[in-house]
C-alpha cells in the first residue's frame, strides 16, 4: 500500500501499473463510508501477496488527482492496468464485491496454478513435470513428503528453490521430522540442552535453530531462545 499525492501520481499508479495492476482508493478523512472501505480494500489487495498494489489518496491533499478521475463523489476506487483505467466503483461495497472487483485484475491462472490448488501428491508431481522448479509446487510437494515421513527427499526437493520463510519452515520439518516438532511440550527442554552445545555442534545448532523455525515467531519463547543462541555463538 501506498500513500500517493499529486506529485507521486504519475510513477506511483500510472507508471507502476505497465507492471502490476494498481487499485487506486481516493477518500477523505470526514468520509464515513471511507473510513469502512479503506480496511477492506487493504485486507483484499493484501491478500493477493503482491499480484494487485493499493494507492491511496486523499482528495483534500491532492485536488490534481481528484481532477484527473473526475471525482465527485467518494469514497472512488479505480483500478489501472497497462496505464489505462480498466475499471472502478463508487461508494463503498461490502466485501464480496470488493473481493470479486480486485480479482478481475488477477491474471488468469495457469495449468500449474490449478495443480498446485489441488494440493494432492499427483497433481503436485504433474506441476513439476511442467515446472520442475515452480516454488508453489515444490513447496507443497516437499511438505507432503515430509508428512509421509521422506525428510531427505524433500530437502532435495526444496534445494531447487530460493530460500523463503516458507521454505526454511518445510526444511525444518524435514530435518526435525513433523512429529518431533509437533511436540512442543519438550522443546524447551531440548532447547536447554543444545544451548550449550551449538556453538561447537554444527548438527546440535542445526537442531537448536530449527526448532526455533518450528516455533515460529508468536511464540513467545521464540525471541528469547534467539537472542540466548547469538550470545553463545558470538
Request: charged share 25%.
Amino acid at each position: 500500500m501506498a500513500d500517493v499525492t499529486d506529485a507521486t501520481f504519475e510513477q506511483q499508479v500510472v507508471e507502476r501499473s505497465a507492471q502490476v495492476p494498481v487499485v487506486v482508493d481516493l477518500w477523505a478523512s470526514w468520509c464515513g463510508p471511507c473510513r469502512t472501505l479503506g480496511p477492506i480494500l487493504e485486507r483484499v489487495v493484501a491478500a493477493t501477496d503482491g499480484a494487485v498494489e493499493l494507492a491511496k489518496v486523499d482528495v483534500d491533499a491532492n485536488p490534481r488527482v481528484a481532477a484527473t478521475f473526475q471525482v465527485q463523489s467518494i469514497p472512488a476506487v479505480f483500478a489501472l492496468r497497462d496505464r489505462q483505467v480498466v475499471n472502478q466503483f463508487i461508494g463503498a461495497l461490502p466485501e464480496a464485491q470488493v473481493k470479486e472487483f480486485v480479482a478481475g485484475l488477477l491474471p488468469a491462472k495457469s495449468e500449474i496454478d490449478l495443480l498446485v490448488e489441488k494440493g494432492d501428491e499427483a497433481s503436485l508431481r504433474r506441476a513439476l513435470e511442467l515446472d520442475a522448479s515452480h516454488p508453489g509446487a515444490v513447496v507443497a510437494l516437499a511438505e507432503v513428503l515430509v508428512g509421509q515421513g521422506q525428510g531427505e527427499q524433500a530437502l532435495g526437493l526444496l534445494a531447487r528453490v530460493p530460500e523463503t520463510g516458507e521454505v526454511r519452515r518445510v526444511a525444518a520439518m524435514a530435518r526435525v521430522g513433523v512429529g518431533d516438532g509437533q511436540r512442543h511440550g519438550d522443546t524447551t527442554a531440548e532447547l536447554d540442552a543444545l544451548l550449550d552445545k551449538v556453538k561447537t555442534d554444527e548438527a546440535a545448532r542445526q537442531r537448536y535453530i530449527d526448532l526455533l523455525e518450528l516455533m515460529g515467531p508468536d511464540d513467545p519463547r521464540t525471541s528469547q531462545y534467539r537472542k540466548s543462541l547469538t550470545a553463545r555463538l558470538f
